[in-house]
């Protein structure tokens, strides 16, 4: 068995790579356990020193790791630069703030002493995906180690090659050989390994099912998870938004990697007062974004990561429009061998279609009517996920009441689109999963927060 590149611009085959035995990826585990032993006991001096390392690494060869992506998975190059510097200043966070994050915290209680420490949990699970294959693993990896553990990657089947790029940055800036370690396999191994006694936690960014998966096999065998799942994030654009604006922030916040980002713009909530001026600027928009090849200058819709996933989305368009939504823009698949899907714009988008109850992974935007706030509020709530949101108006204070009460996510921004950022928190609720990523928070989720009373 072999794990594949298929550069989805062309559809051809590139590289393969062999793909391990359990067996192997067992050993594996050993080694990197071996590791974690030292590890956990060096100051954080030494572990910022090499996470700076590889912070400058990835600024180094960022137009490297941007080709790989862009063969791999169809990232626009300029994206890819850009992922991986914003790698580099996620290392560069969690190198500056660990230890303040994990210093010991007094407490006041009867006994002589008694604070809280915050200790390493040992060799930590990631299973991650490919829309970001760079990123989503060093939002995990850069605190996880500057925590004290050691990692273990399984990435996204199509994209082996980043995945060994990763590898070797952390071996580079001079992390323990084996400190942070890629496994070259398929899914179907996962469970093996978050059995194995020595993998103390996992955490896995992706799909619901794969969720659900993972966390079934990790509960069985009692160990911590966290999940970072699919999200449908709503946008509402009140009566009182500036339509320019608001149409801005919305075709940049659908569009973000071709569309495919578990934060993305993805339910457009409009009232009905704002809907006109709304739909027709948004459109124009949505219509001159460059759909191309990932290389040339100026694409801003590469083709999507795989064709089956383009396939999904088409069909869900379809179905969509067969249930009474109204197409504005976009829609039909291009007579091209790349994975590319258009620029979409769908408007009377209701309950029951799977543009109002489903992930829409790529650049297909669903316009749903509201009559006021209030329906606006209950729509972008009438969802299973919970991820991030954003609502748009002119009142400040209206916006932040709305973020901070009304929507149900783990993030909401005001006239902004959502985005990752090291320094505030990051996940969902609901069935976008659970857990933080990033900021202190982030960094104490893989670690044993341990009560130490000295009497
Ligand atoms: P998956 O969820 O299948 O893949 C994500 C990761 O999970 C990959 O490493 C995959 O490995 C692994 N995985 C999948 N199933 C299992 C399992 N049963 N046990 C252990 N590991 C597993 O995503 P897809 O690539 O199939 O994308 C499907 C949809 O998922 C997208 O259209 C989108 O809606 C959502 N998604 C959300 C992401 C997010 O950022 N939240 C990212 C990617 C997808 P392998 O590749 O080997 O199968």
Redesign the pocket.
């Given at each position: 068995m072999t794990?594949q590149s298929i550069n989805p611009t062309t559809g051809e085959l590139f590289a393969t790579y062999e793909e391990w035995s359990t067996e192997q990826a067992q050993d594996v585990v050993c080694k990197v356990h071996q590791d974690y032993v030292a590890w956990h006991r060096t100051g954080f001096d030494r572990r910022a020193s090499l996470m700076r390392n590889a912070a400058g690494i990835l600024s180094d060869n960022a137009r490297e790791y941007a080709k790989l992506m862009a063969e791999e998975m169809g990232k626009p190059f300029l994206d890819g630069i850009a992922e991986a510097e914003k790698c580099a200043k996620a290392c560069e966070y969690f190198a500056e703030n660990a230890e303040t994050f994990l210093s010991r915290q007094p407490v006041w209680t009867d006994a002589r002493k008694t604070f809280v420490a915050f200790n390493p949990l040992g060799v930590v699970l990631a299973?991650?995906?490919?829309?970001?294959p760079f990123w989503?693993v060093f939002r995990f990896a850069a605190p996880s180690l500057m925590a004290g553990n050691a990692a273990l990657l399984?990435?996204?089947?199509?994209v082996p090659g980043c995945a060994l790029a990763i590898e070797k940055i952390f071996r580079d800036a001079g992390f323990p050989e084996n400190l942070f370690r890629t496994l070259m396999?398929?899914?179907?191994q996962?469970?093996a390994l978050i059995e194995h006694p020595l993998v103390r936690a996992v955490t896995?960014?992706?799909?619901?099912?794969?969720?659900r998966?993972?966390a079934s096999?990790a509960g069985a065998v009692l160990k911590k998870t966290v999940l970072?799942?699919?999200?449908s994030d709503p946008y509402l654009i009140l009566e009182d938004a500036d339509p320019h604006s608001a149409a801005a922030i919305c075709a940049r916040g659908r569009l973000v990697n071709s569309g495919?980002?578990?934060?993305a713009a993805k339910r457009f909530i409009v009232v009905e007062e704002a809907r006109p001026a709304f739909e027709k600027r948004f459109v124009e928009l949505m219509s001159k974004a460059k759909m191309g090849d990932p290389f040339e200058g100026g694409t801003e819709i590469g083709p999507l990561?795989?064709h089956?996933?383009r396939d999904?989305?088409h069909r869900q368009v379809v179905a969509s429009v067969g249930m009474g939504a109204r197409l504005l823009l976009g829609g039909t698949v291009p007579n091209h061998p790349g994975a590319y899907y258009p620029a979409t714009v769908l408007t009377d988008v209701g309950k029951g279609m799977p543009a109002y109850e489903e992930?829409l992974?790529?650049p297909v935007a669903a316009i749903i009517p509201a009559k006021s706030e209030a329906e606006a509020i209950a729509i972008a709530n009438d969802t299973p996920f919970g991820?991030g949101g954003a609502v748009i108006t002119r009142d400040l204070p209206r916006g932040e009441r709305i973020a901070e009460f009304e929507i149900e996510s783990g993030m909401v921004f005001v006239n902004e689109n959502v985005r990752s950022d090291p320094r505030v928190p990051f996940g969902g609720i609901k069935e976008?999963?659970y857990g933080r990523e990033l900021s202190s928070y982030g960094i104490k989720e893989f670690v044993n927060i341990k009560t130490v009373m000295v009497y």
């Open positions: 794990l299973i991650m995906p490919w829309n970001f989503q399984k990435h996204a089947s199509n396999i398929a899914s179907k996962v469970d896995l960014t992706g799909s619901g099912a794969a969720g998966a993972v096999k970072e799942l699919g999200g495919q980002s578990c934060i990561a795989r089956d996933l999904t989305l992930e992974f790529g991820l976008s999963g």
